[in-house]
């Protein structure tokens, strides 16, 4: 089944070139590429060579560093292109055509015979010189199903080594995604690629669904970054499959790594890393209401699907504040070493209770509680000890 076994094309650098604020020099390309060879990619997707002599600087550059992820870059579907990309050095080729109804009528204004007459021959090309072909159709949700079919069936006979659905536009939701992906699975013998836009959020949703329909790679972008809003994921992605099965995410994937190339992808455009961000946004691992830190601490599986831990990330419970509970206040009690029994820690928590009630807490005003309740106690130790004399 393909949740078990999927590979990960990370288009950060030709998708997420695509990014609004992606300004990316060779040697940060460079820099991407290893960390997210390092991370432990399949496959990284590069912008066309055809796009600009830097491109194909870049993509020559990249296809000669010897990783362990393989090199794929994404061209028109035109034999010029294809013979650049062939001449860089790289793994395979992503062939791309627009498919959609919008695309041929407003775009490139061509038939179905056309696009499978080139397709076949920009993939036999690609073949022809030993690298794996792709052939994807872009808008394939606002594609006629028969077109696409019969474009697809058409390429697939010729050897093409994996087709891909895109949802450009973002408008496909779960359920249409495992539809189309598994009507295409019983037509071709192929592998089966997922591309998704997330615009109205479901990219993490639908990749996973195109996986249980049969898809074999999904494409992904550190922080989702890409044209308009982005698509899904490196990080959801990872979330979402780590949820399916942890033991298959850790052995894949260099986890600890997530958060250092996320970072360093949010300073190269210039963007947060946001707070609700899928394992590293910073309340990911916060837990907050009594109710939740008491189990939390007994047992942190009650609250949490995915271990911090393997991510190197460490959880944290928030106790400063109305809802927090004594179970928490004795644990941050714990944590400064402070001796103080059952009562006093529910006499505590009341006390922060109202308190919050009052003004905004920090955990230095907890502290400083915690601190006091505590001297006051060993003063009175000592009061009866001297007493006891
Ligand atoms: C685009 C192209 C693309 C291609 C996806 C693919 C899309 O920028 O419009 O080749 O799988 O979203 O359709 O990114
Ligand atoms: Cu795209």
Redo the contacts with the bound molecule.
Sequence with gaps: MSLDQFSIIE?TL??GE?FANAFFTSDQKVEIAQLLDAFGVEYL?LTSPAASPQSLADCTRIAQLGLRSKILT?VRCHLDDARLAVDTGVDGI???F?TSSYLRQFSHGKDIPYIIDSAIEVIEYIKSQGLEA?F?????FRSDLVDLLTIYRAVDKIGVNRV??????GVADPRRVYELVRTLRGVVGCDI?????NDTGCAIANAYCALEAGATHV?TSVLGI??RNG?TPLGGLIARMYAYNPDAIRNKYHLPLLREVENYLANLVSVDVPFNNYITGYTAFTHKAGIHAKAILNNPSTYEILDPGDFGLTRYIHVAHRLTGWNAIKERAEQLQLNLNDDEIKRITAQIKALADQKNLSLDDVDVLLRSYHSQRVEEELREAVAAD
Excluded at 164 to 169: K, L, N, Q, R, S
Excluded at 193 to 197: D, K, L, S, V
């Design positions: 288009s030709r998708e695509q997707e994404h992503d062939v791309v627009g792709r994807s159709s872009e808008d394939s891909g659905i895109a949802d450009t536009v690629e997922f591309h998704g836009h494409d890409g044209e698509i």
